[in-house]
């Protein structure tokens, strides 16, 4: 059984950090493609960051420069440094595991920035 928990959301002031992980579970985590999307209330889910399993990182505009994907595969995790944070941020976000056509969801964690 797959498995992706998500952790390290909360509540934070503008311009502070978290750091978000995903523990995977049932997969072989090293060929995945591993990514964190994001969805704020009437907004449609967006890519936040994909690091690949050939070791390819991308970010969404918004983020570059302030969000960070890491991998590490002996603990089966990925993660999602975040500074600088602002209300714009504020969204579900959703841990992500794509290998060929199997595509696994995490339930997602909060992150909430007040202004």
């Known amino acids: 059984q797959v498995q992706l928990v998500e952790s390290g959301g909360g509540l934070v002031q503008s311009g502070g950090s978290l750091r978000l992980s995903c523990a995977a579970s049932?997969?072989?985590?090293?060929?995945?493609?591993m990514a964190w999307y994001r969805q704020a209330p009437g907004k449609q889910r967006e890519l936040v960051a994909r690091?690949?399993?050939?070791?390819?990182?991308t970010y969404a505009d918004s983020v570059k420069g302030r969000f960070t994907i890491s991998r590490d595969s002996a603990k089966n995790t990925v993660y999602l440094q975040m500074n600088g944070l602002s209300p714009e941020d504020t969204a579900v976000y959703y841990c992500?595991?794509?290998?060929?056509?199997?595509?696994?969801w995490g339930q997602g964690t909060q992150v909430t920035v007040s202004s």
């Open positions: 992500n595991a794509v290998f060929r056509v199997k595509n696994f």
């Open positions: 690091f690949t399993s050939g070791g390819i990182t």
């Open positions: 049932g997969i072989i985590f090293s060929i995945y493609d």
